[in-house]
């Protein structure tokens, strides 16, 4: 089994700055891309970044030049730096991870969720 721990959230005034971590542990073989949603008060979850196990990246329009998603392959960790944050930014912040078990199946996790709080 695959655990996902997130850590990071916060509150934060607009315009500051949080880092979230994910850290993936467990029956792992090879993790492939490594994602970050979110989903804010009566809205549906979204994607807000990615990165491939080669450092591609894709990111959300409504983030793109403040958000910047890396990895540490070798610790099987993302991270989701947020800088210029703003009040729409406010969400639970989830991460998820594509991966082959040590067993040989292809899963997709999740975390169970980071409070990001940015008052205006």
């Known amino acids: 089994q695959v655990q996902l721990v997130e850590s990071g959230g916060g509150l934060v005034q607009g315009g500051g700055s949080l880092r979230l971590s994910c850290a993936a542990s467990g029956s792992i073989f090879r993790v492939n891309t490594m994602h970050w949603y979110r989903q804010a008060p009566g809205k549906q979850r979204e994607l807000v970044a990615s990165i491939t196990n080669g450092g591609s990246t894709i990111y959300a329009d409504s983030v793109k030049g403040r958000f910047t998603i890396s990895r540490d392959s070798a610790k099987n960790t993302v991270y989701l730096q947020m800088n210029s944050l703003k009040p729409e930014d406010t969400a639970v912040y989830y991460c998820?991870?594509?991966?082959?078990?040590?067993?040989?199946?292809?899963?997709?996790?999740w975390g169970q969720g980071t409070q990001v709080t940015v008052s205006s």
């Open positions: 998820k991870s594509d991966h082959w078990t040590a067993y040989g199946d292809s899963e997709k996790s």
